[in-house]
């Protein structure tokens, strides 16, 4: 694996110099030029149901690997392609004096069952429907995150009104206008298109070259059956958590090919 991490390393170094001659259009060319090249070396990870559920140990698969902690104040975890096309990314942002830091990335099912249990207690005066409704805000049911996947980031903060002036809005901009060019979508922008589920989250981008295919593979073999094993559950299927949360995606994500 090593061994193959050199070549890439290598090759990726060798088109880089070449990129003069060879007058590539563009800076954001060259990136996702970059990105494909670096993305063939990888392995990927068998496509299987307990891994759109999250139901594995990322730290322990070798088709993710850890953020640089000059990029995040925790430890965090991606798919490697995820990671590779992220970096092109923050480095890109840099040149235009923009800051990308990453909040969140993986969680896994027991992770996301935390969250979730922690919050189905905060909001224990609510009836069971609300208290679920109420968490669905902006947490996904355990079994249900794009968050399990290794492809979805949460950056800078985790609070639309940074996004709304100042470095935060500068932020939000930048990657409005380029994080498309490198795979990075908005998925859950404002509901004025009629897109159910979670509310605004300016934070939240996904990598849809890896996503969009997982997306498919889990409307494919999953049902609310498999949202299960954690408290609220039982309503998985009355809030209809798949063709609303799940794909309760902005119209360029859906659209997405
Ligand atoms: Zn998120």
Partial sequence: MFHYFIIGF????????????????SEKDLNIAEIKISNKLMNSTA????????????????????????????????????????LAMADSAKKSGITLA??????????????????????????PLERVNKILEYSAMPGSSRHHWGTDIDLNSLNNSY??????????????????????????????????????EKWHWSYLPLASKYLKFY?????????????????AEQVNIIDDYVNGLALSVKNYK
């Fill in 10 to 25: 290598i090759s990726l170094l060798s088109f880089s110099c070449n990129s003069n001659d060879k007058k590539v259009n």
């Fill in 102 to 127: 990453i909040y969140s990335g993986t969680r896994n099912y027991v992770e996301q069952k935390s969250i979730w249990e922690r919050k189905w207690n905060k909001y224990g005066t609510l009836k």
């Fill in 163 to 200: 996004f709304n002036r100042g470095n935060g809005l500068k932020v939000y901009m930048w990657l409005k206008n380029n994080a498309n060019t490198f795979g990075f979508y908005q998925v859950y922008t404002d509901k004025s298109s009629g897109r159910k589920g979670y509310n605004l």
């Fill in 219 to 235: 409307n494919a073999e999953v049902t609310s059956e498999d949202i299960e094993g954690f408290s609220g559950s039982e309503y």
């Fill in 47 to 86: 496509l299987t149901k307990a891994f759109v559920l999250g139901k594995f140990d990322y730290s322990k698969d070798s088709t993710f690997t850890q953020v640089n902690i000059a990029f995040t104040h925790k430890t965090v975890f991606l798919k490697k392609e995820t990671y590779n096309a992220f």
